[in-house]
Every structure is written in C-alpha cells, then in structure tokens.
C-alpha cells in the first residue's frame, strides 16, 4: 500500500465547476507538496503546506494534520486546468526528510 | 534565471547498454535529486546529492549511480539497461536537502527497446 495515497485517480469536469482532489497519507510528515504536471512531462510546484489553508488565485489548498488528509480546490475551472495533480509528502521520520513519497496521481480533463 | 534544466529531452536505447542523463539546478541552488516515473505512476526517489556528496538514496539497483559536479550540476547514469528502465527521469533542485519546495526540470523520456 502506497503510503501516499490520491482520490479520485481520473476526473472529468465541465468548464466552470468547482474541482476538490484528496491525498491522504499514513505517515507523520512535516510538508506536503502540491505539484501540477503537464502532458510534456514537466512539473510545476503548486503548494507547500504544512498547516491550515494557502490560496493562489483559483487554487487552494487545504491539510488537515491530525486527520493526514489534503485537498486541492479549483474554483471555476478551465480546460487550461486540465494535467495531472500530484501530492508528495516529506516524513518527519529524522534522515529520511529527503525523500518525499509521491501520490500516484490525478487525471483531471475539464471540457469546455 | 533559468529553471532547472534536463538533457537530452529524449532518449532511445537498447536492452544491455548504459544511459547518462544530465541536470542542471537553478543558480544557486546545491542540491538536486533525481526520480523516476514511470507511465501512470507517480515519481519514484532515485538519489538525492547535496555539496557532492550522496545524501540519500532510494530503492533501486547498483546499476543506477550518480554524481555531482562542483558547479552543482549532475548525471544520473543507467547500466545494463532494461526494458523496465523505460520510464521519464525527472531531476529537480533545492537550495539545500529537506528544502521545499522543489524545482523540477522537463524531464528526459528514456525508451528501452
């Protein structure tokens, strides 16, 4: 079991809607990273978070440490949006805060 | 500044040769790990390098090692490739090891036929 684990893994949405994705993790992390990759492969860092709520235009990103649950919000989606959203989470376990264990991933395609 | 930088941007090989990849980090920055990520999956950690030294590494065989250049720079080098090494490898860089967030490059697409 990934210890790093994303809902839903493919979503569709119409231009305009509101877009919640989940990650939840089963370890204590000290960060969680939000990143958004583009069909030629590159990643772009969206959110660093560790508590509370953090805003950047039409995203939002919310963690909830005591329930080791995340979502990213998209608020009037655009077909733009469409890419796959990633989370990765740095454990606080001492020597292994290098290594990030990254979510497998979610397909969002929004249809004009 | 430019961003994090990868070559080649594609690469095809063959079952049984070696493969080096090459990173640049953002100006500045000194330390970079590599990933792997292969189709539908998310990355997988292959090395982290901070001052030239290895900091860390992730569950993969000895065919894969890499190093770091004094400009911070670095090469990430495949051996006896496999089919099962086709897959994107992402590079991307920090300020120092633990630092979010991170910076990735494009990636290189590797296809081993």
């Known amino acids: 079991k990934n210890e790093v684990e994303q809902s839903p893994q493919n979503l569709t949405a119409q231009e305009g809607e509101f877009i919640t994705i989940n990650c939840s993790y089963s370890v204590g992390i000290s960060a969680l990273h939000w990143l958004q990759q583009h069909p030629g492969g590159g990643i772009v860092s969206l959110f660093m978070l560790s508590s509370g709520k953090k805003k950047h235009g039409r995203l939002i990103a919310t963690i909830n440490i005591q329930e080791k649950h995340s979502s990213l919000h998209i608020t009037a989606s655009h077909p733009r949006d469409s890419a796959v959203y990633i989370c990765a989470a740095r454990p606080n376990s001492g020597g292994s805060n290098y290594k990030l264990t990254f979510g497998k991933g979610t397909l969002l395609t929004v249809n004009p | 500044d430019a961003g994090v930088t990868q070559s080649p941007t594609h690469l095809i090989k063959t079952r049984g040769q070696h493969v080096t990849l090459r990173c640049s980090p953002i100006s500045g920055h000194k330390s970079v790990s590599w990933y792997q990520q292969v189709l539908g999956q998310g990355p997988q950690f292959i090395f982290q390098y901070y001052e030239k030294e290895e900091r860390g590494r992730g569950n993969f065989p000895d065919r894969f090692s890499a190093r770091q250049f004094p400009n911070y720079s670095s090469e990430l080098n495949v051996n006896a490739l496999l089919l099962g090494d086709s897959a994107l490898y992402l590079c991307?860089?920090?300020?120092?090891?633990?630092?979010?967030?991170?910076?990735f490059g494009n990636g290189t697409r590797l296809t081993v036929t």
């Open positions: 991307a860089s920090s300020l120092v090891p633990y630092d979010l967030p991170l910076h």
